[in-house]
Structures are given as C-alpha cells and as structure tokens.
C-alpha cells in the first residue's frame, strides 16, 4: 500500500532463508523431516517479526487502531477477502489432487514426476504475478474516479507485458526441460519432463486472466475468483476420476489442461459481461504469446535434442543456453510483429533509467 516493495520482499526473503538454512541443518544432522518443518515454522514466525519491523520502517504514518475499530471493518474485511481465500483453497487443491489420484489409481511413485514438474510451473508462474501486485493499486484508483478508458488501457498494456514475459519464462522451462532436469537430478524420474511441459503449458493458460483477476480485485468483484477456481477444480476431478485410471500421468495432464481452458474462457466471459468489453478484445493479448510459444517450443525441443550430453558446471552451461535461447526469441519475435512497440519499449527504458 505504500509502494516499498523492497521492503515486502524482505520479508519473503527473511523466510526463505530461514527455512533454507535451517533445512540444510537438519538434514545433515539428522533432524530429518521433523526437523525441516520446525525450521519452516521458524521461518514463518521471523517473517512475521521482520514484517512488523518494515512496516514501522517504510509505513512513514502508519499507525495501529483500536480493536474496537477494527471490529467495525471486519464485514467488508470478509466480503472482500473471504472470497480470495475460497478462491486460493479451491485453486491449491485444483493443483494438488491429481497426486492423490495418481497414488490411488495409478502408483505412488508417479507422484516424484508430477511434483516435480508442479513445483517448476509454480515458479514459473509465480514471476509474473509479482508484475499484477502493482496493477491492483493502479487499478483501484482508476476505479475509484471512474476512469473506463483509462482501465481499458491499463489492461491491454499489462495484459500485454504480463504475458511476452509469461511465454519467455515458458519457453525457457518447456525447451530447457530435459537439459534442467538431467542437471539437476541427474538420474530423471520417468514422466518429469512431460509433467514439466504440461504444467508450464497449463500455467501459461492460467496466466491468461492474470490482469482481468487483478482488474477484478480492484472492483471488488473477488467472488469471480472463488468461482473460477471452483470451475477448474470441479472439472478437474470429473475429468481426472476418468482419464487418471486409464492413462495415468498423460491423463493427468490432459485433465489439468481441459480445466484450465474452459475455467479461463468462463472467467474472461463473465469479465466482458461487467465491463461490455468484447471477448476478442480480452483474448487479444494471450494467442499471439501462444502461438509464438508454439512455434518456439517445437522447434528448440528438436534442437535442444541435438546437444551434446554434458555434466558438472558444463551441463549447467547447457541449461542457460537451452533455456536463455528460447526466451529471447520469444521476447525478439513479439517485438517484430509488434505484439510489444518499441514506443512501450522506450517508455520503460525511460522510466528505468529515471529510477
């Protein structure tokens, strides 16, 4: 709310090294899993600490009420955030049933290669909304005053930014993935590479209605949310009952990807209906992102297989360049087909060099 973004990054950082530091701990002396999730909560505990101590750093007249006072608050504290934390149940669980499938209908040990392609989609998909947390405030102001054009541009510009640098994450992680994966575990459970691809690609999906969710947000309308991730969990596991048991991880996949299309084309639908904007102007920022993924993706997949094999900090040299080569194509071709204008390109230039 204050704009100290640097300052709420420390606080995700504080975590982070915590439970870091503290796993490697426990693990080389024996505290096993007990141990790494003590180190977990620890993290969260002086998470909250260094938060409590950047807010009086940065929150310059920030001051605590009364409980009184924010007893008044908690019915649109509820209706404002309650749908969100619906919306963030519906949407872990859409992401996590299908191990519980897989280790019912199939065998557990298809769980490693699904995970393993979750957590690396969930990376990958957690970039870009760093760049949504900005347009939430922007947005509501813009709201506030009334100001439709100004949002109708706010939208096509971020819908824009948000997804060139979605599809470059995307084709770095869907081309790289055989070279990352061998780098990193060296011995690749079968199935990680396809649930690495099928992921990202139902991630890039998810992405489409980032900017219409943060749009949303800043409406007030966040009972959209709670409705499209129920959208996507319902059909997932409908889908998923049927295909996990006959095809396994690919059926997986399959259910995953079906979901988030038609819970994604649902949200941009009821998001015309508030606004009256077209569906092909929501649209407009995602297929020319897709395609360009497409065509990038199969062809550095067939390239990236003609690599000689490598190990050590040499396979992870072969990492960066299957990975980094991708995304500047992607990022190179956009520009070309003016899908990003160079105008956009110097406005941010200037903005950063100004900073």
């Known amino acids: 709310g204050w704009g100290r973004f640097d300052l709420a990054n420390a606080v995700t950082i504080s ?3 915590v439970q870091v530091a503290g796993a490697l701990h426990a693990i080389r002396h024996g505290g096993g899993l007990i ?10 505990i002086v ?10 750093i940065g929150a310059h007249g920030f001051a605590w009420g009364t409980w009184r006072g924010a007893l008044t608050r908690i019915r649109e504290v509820v209706a404002f955030g309650g749908p969100l934390q619906v919306g963030n149940v519906l949407a872990v669980a859409h992401q996590q049933v299908d191990k519980v499938m897989l280790s019912r209908y199939v065998a557990l040990v298809w769980v490693a290669p699904y995970e393993l392609g979750l957590r690396a989609a969930t990376v990958m998909g957690s970039l870009p909304q760093i ?3 900005a347009l939430i405030s922007e947005a509501s102001g813009l709201h506030a005053v009334g100001d439709h054009e100004g ?23 869907v081309v790289g993935s055989p070279r990352l994966l061998a780098a990193w575990l060296g011995d690749v459970p079968p199935g990680s590479d396809l649930a690495v691809v099928g992921l990202s690609i ?19 309308r966040t009972r959209y949310e709670a409705e499209y991730s129920a959208l996507a969990l319902v059909l997932h596991v409908a889908l998923g009952l049927w295909l996990v ?24 639908w009821r998001f015309s209906r508030l606004t009256g904007w077209r569906m092909r102007a929501l649209l407009a920022p995602s297929w020319p992102p897709f395609v360009v993924l497409g065509v990038v993706a199969v062809a550095g997949r067939v390239l990236v297989a003609r690599l000689p094999e490598a190990h050590g900090l040499l396979g992870w040299l072969w990492v960066a360049i299957a990975a980094g080569v991708p995304a500047l194509l992607v990022l190179g071709l956009l520009s070309v087909v003016g899908f990003v204008t160079p105008d956009e390109w110097r406005a941010v230039l200037r903005r950063r060099v100004a900073r």
């Open 245 to 268: 048991p006959r095809h396994g991880l690919v059926g997986a996949i399959i259910a995953t990807l079906v979901a988030n299309v038609v819970a994604v084309a649902w949200y941009l």
């Open 15 to 17: 975590s982070v090294v």
């Open 202 to 220: 139902a991630m890039v999906l998810a992405m489409a209605t980032g900017v219409v969710a943060a749009l949303a947000r800043a409406f007030g």
């Open 131 to 133: 760049m949504l947390t």
């Open 35 to 44: 141990g790494v999730i003590t180190y977990a909560i620890l993290g969260t």
């Open 47 to 56: 998470a909250t600490l260094v938060g409590l101590l950047m807010l009086r």
């Open 151 to 173: 949002l109708r541009a706010a939208h096509d510009r971020a819908a824009r930014w948000v997804m060139t640098f979605t599809t470059m994450l995307a084709a770095a992680l």
